[in-house]
């Protein structure tokens, strides 16, 4: 402990009648703008639906290009917006590929069985 911090915890606050004055240092961290270019990247590689993934893809490269030049507000007005695309590019992705799996799978069986049928009509095996 240094001298002065030892002296200043023995001694206390001051109990005079004499007003305390204090300074407020206020000191804001950094902000951190989050621009979703590894998101936009991953959506326009496997859910690119109707090219959406390549403009939210965009929209991240703005915002990152914002918050390097120090427009925080730009920055973060193109984050909302490709978050907003990614999101939706994502959801659109997602039900497509599960509407492709469950229309495989409820087509398959009927396909297999129409080229059976076709098979004993024709007289195959």
């Known amino acids: 402990m240094i001298k002065e911090e030892h002296e200043v915890a023995?001694?206390?606050?001051p109990q005079g009648p004499g007003a305390v004055m204090s300074t407020v240092v206020n000191i804001q961290p950094e902000t951190i703008v989050p621009d979703h270019v590894v998101w936009s990247l991953f959506n326009t590689l496997f859910f690119n639906v109707c090219c959406l993934g390549f403009v939210a893809f965009a929209f991240s490269v703005k915002s990152r290009d914002r918050k390097m030049v120090g427009?925080?507000?730009?920055?973060?007005s193109y984050a909302s917006t490709?978050?907003?695309?990614?999101?939706l590019t994502?959801?659109?992705g997602l039900l497509g590929t599960i509407g492709f799996i469950v229309f495989l799978v409820l087509l398959l069986p009927a396909v297999i069985h129409a080229i059976t049928q076709a098979k004993h009509s024709l007289g195959g095996y």
């Open 71 to 76: 427009d925080l507000i730009g920055a973060r």
């Open 90 to 92: 994502l959801v659109l």
């Open 82 to 87: 490709a978050k907003c695309l990614n999101i």
């Open 10 to 13: 023995i001694m206390g606050s």
